[in-house]
């Protein structure tokens, strides 16, 4: 018999509220509702219990890149548990999946990384980051290069190191984060922090901050800079044109390492595999998780480029670090037929050539509507920032309660979208359908209707 017997909603809200400590939830918020159930998934939709259909614009939490429902991925799944459900890549062991997905990602990678080291998600892939670059500067002599420099408004994660890495100060308030060795600097966030400089201005000026930090602490005391492509959970917060290029060149003058935290670009979001490919970008290491899988089965990674995985191969001895679940089959079985239905169906080209374009003109009209400051995006990445004052950028008086309400009304009208503070974030499966995308915006419009 199955051990999955069918409840109400009534019985799975209560058994939650009675059992069940949800992450980053308000439980007495859940409380007064009850959580939504979702019970399946098709495609770009989601059904919940009380039978409603929802299109899902967040592909989960950014990580449903093929969408729902492809059976090929249960079938690997299925055969790979009974052909070898576990071992651990410990020890001189590894497994048939996790071998071939190390090579099918180095593939796709830019060409001067050719290694991965597995997680089991993406906070564990930072975790791992900032242990292997303090490793590879102690084995390059210059044990002194500890510090990572990050970013304010930063996401890389909710562990110890993964938050405190992050800049989320809300994160760093609950448990006395960041841990030493981690210090943040300004976002390139041109809409909200860029005063009276232009664009371009303001990116030369964001990173700057990046010398000025290092100049601070003594470059010989910097081990790494990280970030991701574009910020995700801070806001999808595009920085301007200027950004990257004067970051890369001050981490070639300081000789510091650069980590792009791939886990949301990753895997085609931005119609490029990866976000450093869009944004042109050589990092030394790419923590990745979601999109490796498409959310079928929790996993992660480090990409590594070949100097530190040079360094740590002919120079490093034992490196005591990795978790039970590194490389495990099943989930390697999982990525590796993802990435050949990413392949196959040429899904990266497809966002380039035509979803991404479709999704950012059609998103683009939205900015006419009263309540909205701005509306920008990559890919498939969009934001839609809500302002009391189009003319000024005056913000609400009370923070996100425009937000919050705007995305409560698009689930009740069947769209999900996520609110960061009074901004609106978006990013479907990489497989939605132009006519998808007509519906996501018409619903996020007449959302916007209601909430005006
Ligand atoms: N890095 C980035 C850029 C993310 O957006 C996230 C999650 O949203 C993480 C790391 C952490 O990944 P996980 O939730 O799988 O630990």
Not at 196 to 223: C, N, Y
Not at 318 to 331: D, I, L
Request: charged share 20%.
């Amino acid at each position: 018999m199955s051990s999955q017997i069918r409840h109400t909603t009534a019985e799975l809200q209560a058994m939650d509220a009675a059992h069940y400590l949800h992450p980053f939830t308000d439980h007495k918020d859940l409380g007064a509702r009850g959580a939504r159930i979702i019970e399946r998934a098709q495609g770009v939709y989601l059904w919940d219990s009380e039978g409603n259909q929802i299109l899902d614009g967040m592909a989960g939490l950014w990580c449903v890149n093929i969408g729902y429902g492809r059976t090929e991925l249960a079938e690997v799944a299925y055969k790979q548990m009974l052909e070898l459900p576990y071992y651990n890549s410990f020890f001189q062991c590894a497994n048939p999946p996790a071998v071939q997905l190390a090579k099918a990602i180095a593939e796709i990678a830019p060409a001067h990384m050719n290694h991965v080291f597995f997680t089991g998600s993406g906070s564990e892939s930072n975790d791992t980051v900032l242990r292997m670059v303090r490793r590879y500067w102690d084995l390059k002599g210059k044990p002194g290069k500890k510090t990572i420099i990050s970013r304010i408004n930063g996401y890389h994660g909710s562990t110890v190191a993964g938050a405190s890495l992050g800049g989320m100060s809300v994160m760093h308030e609950q448990g006395d984060l960041p841990i030493p060795g981690i210090v943040h600097i300004p976002q390139p966030y041109w809409y909200g922090e860029g005063g009276d400089m232009d664009p371009e201005e303001f990116g030369l000026w964001a990173a700057r901050q990046l010398e000025a930090k290092i100049e601070e602490l003594g470059e010989d005391k910097v081990a790494a800079f990280i970030a991701e492509p574009i910020q995700g959970a801070g806001g999808v917060i595009i920085p301007p044109s200027t950004y990257w290029p004067e970051i890369k060149r001050i981490l070639a003058k300081y000789d510091i390492l650069l980590v792009v935290d791939e886990v949301i670009c990753g895997f085609g979001r931005t119609g490029e595999w990866f976000g450093s490919q869009y944004f042109d970008l050589k990092p030394d290491l790419m923590p990745i998780a979601k999109g490796m899988t498409s959310g079928y089965l929790p996993m992660g990674g480090v990409i590594v480029g070949d100097r530190v995985a040079n360094t740590l191969i002919e120079h490093g001895g034992e490196f005591f670090h990795g978790y039970t679940y590194s490389g495990h089959p099943v989930a390697a079985a999982v990525g590796l037929e993802n990435l050949r239905i990413l392949r196959e169906e040429k899904i990266v080209d497809y966002v380039k050539q035509e979803a991404a374009p479709y999704l950012q003109s059609k998103i683009a009209s939205l900015a006419e509507h009263r309540l909205v400051g701005e509306v920008r995006g990559v890919g498939l990445l969009g934001a839609i920032e809500l302002v009391k004052n189009k003319a000024t950028r005056e913000r609400f008086a009370e923070k996100g309660s425009t937000g919050t309400l705007c995305r409560d009304l698009c689930v009740r009208n069947g769209l999900v979208m996520r609110a960061v503070g009074d901004t609106l974030i978006m990013s479907p499966p990489l497989v939605i359908k132009p006519e998808e995308i007509d519906e996501l915006v018409a619903k996020a419009w007449r959302c916007l209707d209601l909430a005006a």
